[in-house]
């Protein structure tokens, strides 16, 4: 099972950005490779996530147009930059992928790697 690793939550201002970076332990070319995040209180959601083998990405309706996923062309990295953050963006963001070959889904439950999240608290 793949490790994932995030870095760069921390606390901005409405309107403000930022920039999530994940590190994978070995190879996501052939994963989907995705972001969720739970606000306290709520239910977990997949708000972004891309599958290598066919390049193709979802993002949610509650962050189009602000959030876009990336990873590097080359090596393990993945990346979710936030932009016009809001009050309600406020949560802890975790990496997660599916298995080989699964393409992505909306559910969190079917991801079944996870980093240990990056908290992101956006004030008014």
């Known amino acids: 099972q793949v490790r994932l690793t995030e870095s760069g939550g921390g606390s901005v201002q409405a309107g403000g950005s930022l920039t999530l970076s994940c590190e994978a332990s070995?190879?996501?070319?052939?994963?989907?490779v995705g972001w969720v995040r739970q606000a306290s209180g709520k239910e977990r959601e997949v708000v972004a996530a891309d599958y290598g083998p066919g390049g193709s990405t979802y993002i949610s309706d509650s962050v189009k147009g602000r959030f876009f996923i990336s990873r590097a062309s080359a090596g393990n990295t993945h990346y979710l930059q936030m932009n016009d953050l809001t009050p309600e963006d406020t949560a802890d963001y975790y990496c997660?992928?599916?298995?080989?070959?699964?393409?992505?889904?909306?559910?969190?439950?079917?991801?079944?790697?996870w980093g240990q999240g990056t908290q992101v608290t956006v004030s008014s």
């Open positions: 997660a992928a599916r298995g080989t070959l699964q393409v992505c889904s909306k559910v969190a439950t079917d991801y079944s790697s």
């Open positions: 070995r190879y996501t070319g052939d994963k989907c």
